[in-house]
């Protein structure tokens, strides 16, 4: 890559509470980040969320999660308590998988609404940050939108030093 450093380092496909406590790796990423060779580590989660994300908090090392997070997924409370969790440790959380898989129906004929998801997404004072997806042919000919308008009116609260570098890339967006 040829680079000095990331800004961030993300573990991927952390589920279970004894993978994101792998004693090894947390040393490792531990001798990773004093080295200046990052300056935030994460966990990205896909499955069993809310452990994930109580797990990571509860290290103590890690500074952001990065889960699927949609009006999709059947166990959203228990993922919005984790992340009340973790937020109130002081981690970063960024949602993906927001756009709750492009499409209503397997044969991929009925798209959802994008724009209706990802604010549903960012309604959550939580969430720090999304990575909307991109899916396909059918998203190439349907670039995202210039006016991002329909993200005014949500409300942050008390942004942190680290939600704020989130932020500025949401020119715009909030009032």
């Known amino acids: 890559m040829q680079v000095d450093y990331v800004d961030f380092f993300i573990l991927g496909f952390a589920?279970?509470?004894?993978?994101?406590?792998?004693e090894p790796l947390l040393k490792a990423l531990e001798k990773f980040k004093k080295q200046g060779k990052?300056?935030?580590?994460?966990?990205?989660?896909?499955?069993?969320e809310p452990e994930a994300i109580r797990a990571a908090?509860?290290?103590?090392?890690?500074?952001?999660?990065?889960?699927?997070?949609n009006f999709r997924k059947n166990n959203i409370a228990e993922i919005d308590e984790a992340i009340g969790y973790a937020t109130e440790k002081g981690l970063g959380i960024i949602a993906m998988k927001?756009?709750?898989?492009?499409?209503?129906?397997?044969?991929?004929?009925?798209?959802?609404?994008?724009?209706?998801?990802?604010?549903?997404?960012?309604?959550?004072?939580?969430?720090?940050?999304?990575?909307?997806?991109?899916?396909?042919?059918?998203?190439?000919?349907?670039?995202?939108?210039?006016?991002?308008?329909?993200?005014k009116g949500l409300v942050i609260k008390e942004?942190?030093?680290?939600?704020?570098?989130?932020?500025?890339?949401?020119?715009g967006c909030f009032s």
């Open 159 to 171: 942004m942190s030093e680290f939600s704020t570098h989130f932020y500025q890339q949401l020119p």
């Open 98 to 151: 927001t756009m709750a898989g492009v499409f209503w129906d397997k044969e991929r004929t009925r798209p959802i609404n994008t724009k209706a998801s990802l604010k549903w997404v960012l309604k959550n004072e939580n969430i720090h940050t999304t990575v909307p997806e991109r899916w396909g042919v059918i998203n190439l000919n349907h670039p995202p939108p210039d006016d991002i308008s329909f993200a």
């Open 15 to 22: 589920a279970r509470r004894e993978s994101v406590f792998y």
């Open 38 to 48: 990052t300056r935030y580590l994460g966990v990205a989660t896909h499955s069993f």
């Open 57 to 69: 908090a509860d290290t103590g090392i890690y500074d952001l999660v990065m889960t699927a997070y």
